[in-house]
């Protein structure tokens, strides 16, 4: 982890290897919540349809979806993240699967192509309020007809009712 001097905002960049051990502590029920979306997505998928993750970090969801997936030889899984470490060790990690694509791009201007299954796994806190409407507006109008956002985020509220 590095800190940025004179700034409270901290990253990965550079230390990505730090990444799973941190998630999996600081997100309660992490890896379970990778099986739900390979299990719920089944329902959205076709044998040629296109999968989109922003924040994808590392790719360990990646892996387990097309892992999940591999009967489905028509399926890509594109895989989206501002940092470009992370991007590198995702890559390194899936080197020789065809069905996946890495691209350091930041999802507020990326355009993605139309897409059966979108998926945002703790990331849209990490999108400057004054875009993320934007962002799940174009999630929205790529998203092809019967397909499914799985959107995972931490909230704080002011009462535990919301």
């Excluded at 299990?39 to 993750?53: G, I, K, M, P, Q």
């Excluded at 796994?121 to 409407?133: G, S």
Aim: proline share 3%.
């Amino acid at each position: 982890m590095r800190v940025v001097k004179g700034s409270s905002r901290w990253t990965f960049d550079g230390n990505s290897d730090a990444f799973e051990a941190h998630i999996e502590k600081s997100v309660p029920n992490y890896r379970e919540g990778h099986e739900l979306i390979c299990r719920y997505a089944d329902f959205f998928l076709r044998e040629d349809s296109v999968v989109h993750e922003t924040g994808v970090s590392t790719g360990a969801l990646a892996r387990k979806f097309l892992d999940w997936n591999k009967k489905r030889a028509g399926l890509s899984y594109v895989g989206i993240d501002t940092v470009e470490s992370m991007i590198d060790d995702a890559r390194q990690a899936h080197s020789g699967e065809a069905r996946v694509s890495y691209l350091n791009e930041d999802i507020v201007t990326y355009e993605p192509k139309p897409t059966t299954v979108f998926i945002s796994y703790y990331t849209l806190q990490f999108i400057h309020p004054a875009y993320r409407q934007d962002v799940i507006n174009k999630i929205y109008k790529n998203l092809e007809w019967g397909g499914a956002l799985f959107l995972f985020e931490k909230v704080r509220a002011p009462d535990a009712r919301f």
